[in-house]
């Protein structure tokens, strides 16, 4: 148990629709960064918020969307889905975006599948 | 840029017998590395990592690993397979000034035989 919840666990979405996937990080954790990870792939870092702005994007394109809010949770959206965007997205919520002592805690993911 | 390489896609080994998961990276600063393992529909669980102290790493569930810097590498040991060992581990690197930021491997499944 890390303390970190997404929502929701499992997904359907259609191609061209919009998803909202939720991220509350670990008591204290100011940081949060969100990964994509394929069937069989390793995670991608998408991108990272740090008190409420982005620190850090991945390479990927402008329709993958976050926020942080006061309470350091953290929505990914992403617009305009497409067939590849079908993945599990990790939330990842740390200390702070620097500090070599921080332990990272990922939580159990959102599956998402576009059809 | 960072990267991290796991050759091979499996590895299958005796339960009791040595676990070694291979892991070579690439940095153009000195590197934190990690490693992870990931049970069937879960998320990622952090074994040990890498912060330029030791460079033998001791982690959870007996697991080991050890820096290499004139080989690049940072490979997992354990040296008593367990049948709960059977998961997917994956390594990572960041740097100083970024180390919540991860590059990952594409990930080794681990299988365990009776």
């Known amino acids: 148990e890390t303390g970190v919840t997404q929502s929701p666990t499992h997904l359907i979405k259609t191609r061209g629709q919009q998803v909202t996937l939720r991220c509350s990080s670990q008591?204290?954790?100011?940081?949060v960064s969100w990964y994509q990870q394929a069937l069989g792939q390793g995670p991608q870092f998408i991108f990272q918020y740090y008190r409420e702005e982005e620190n850090g994007r991945g390479n990927f394109p402008p329709r993958f969307s976050g926020l942080q809010f006061p309470n350091y949770s953290s929505e990914l959206n992403v617009n305009a889905l497409e067939l590849d965007d079908s993945a599990l997205y990790l939330c990842?919520?740390?200390?702070?975006?620097?500090?070599?002592?921080?332990?990272?805690?990922f939580g159990e993911g959102s599956w998402l599948t576009v059809v | 840029a960072q990267s991290v390489t796991q050759l091979g896609s499996h590895v299958s080994v005796s339960e009791g017998a040595l676990v070694l998961l291979r892991c070579n990276y690439s940095?153009?600063?000195?590197?934190?590395l990690f490693w992870y393992v990931q049970y069937p529909n879960q998320g990622l669980q952090l074994l040990l990592k890498y912060t330029s102290a030791a460079t033998l790493v001791k982690g959870i569930n007996g697991f080991e690993a050890e820096f290499k810097k004139s080989e690049t590498s940072f490979h997992l040991t354990k040296p008593s397979a367990h049948m709960s060992d059977a998961a997917e581990y994956f390594c990572a690197v960041s740097v100083p000034g970024a180390n919540s930021k991860l590059t990952f491997g594409k990930g080794i499944t681990l299988s365990v035989r009776p």
């Open positions: 008591s204290g954790h100011n940081t």
């Open positions: 990842a919520s740390s200390g702070g975006p620097t500090d070599s002592g921080n332990t990272i805690y």
């Open positions: 940095s153009s600063v000195p590197p934190y």
